[in-house]
């Protein structure tokens, strides 16, 4: 089993629709989690962290962590098609810095 | 802070050449990563450094590969003798130290072929 699984995509909308992105990962021990956008040519960068189960909200993003069932997903309301990037899903365990990335869920949003 | 700083941005070279990949990391950031990223296993952790001092280098492939980081600001990461098969972008990233900190920053990325 690998350790972050995601969705490889395409995952297609259209402009205005929401998008949910989902990763599960293996490791129990995980406290934080991390998802980082990518676009086409470019480096990652972070777009949203989250430590407790729950809800976390920021502009149109947002958080879904649920621990007991090792799952979080990135909701992204009224997509633009400025949204089209590959998402990566990162959990991070405490005592380990370096975090290990999923495969990445690519998003198309069509105008 | 211009962002952490790789170069080249892009090599082309002949399989079985030295490759050396750098690194200037984000100026008071005491962690330093290199990453390398495929289309087939997505993004991998190679070795990270803690204060210059590797941490975990469990993720280098093979003997070919080393990293080091001789300075707070700079570090390099060295293919001999190259093979296409490490044909990827590599991308080194650094963050800062403490709890809940742990954002990373990441480079343009270097893109390599060994032809």
Known sequence: ?111 | DAGVIQSPRHEVTEMGQEVTLRCKPISGHDYLFWYRQTMMRGLELLIYFNNNVPIDDSGMPEDRFSAKMPNASFSTLKIQPSEPRDSAVYFCASSLSGALNEKLFFGSGTQLSVL
């Open chain 1, 1 to 111: 089993q690998k350790e972050v699984e995601q969705n490889s995509g395409p995952l297609s909308v259209p402009e205005g629709a929401i998008a949910s992105l989902n990763c599960t990962y293996s490791d129990r021990v995980s406290q934080s989690f991390f998802w980082y956008r990518q676009y086409s040519g470019k480096s990652p960068e972070l777009i949203m962290s989250i430590y407790s189960n729950g809800d976390k909200e920021d502009g149109r993003f947002t958080a879904q962590l649920n621990k007991a069932s090792q799952y979080v997903s990135l909701l992204i309301r009224d997509s633009q098609p400025s949204d089209s990037a590959t998402y990566l899903c990162a959990p991070g365990t405490s005592g380990r810095r370096a975090l290990t990335f999923g495969s990445g869920t690519r998003l198309q949003v069509q105008p």
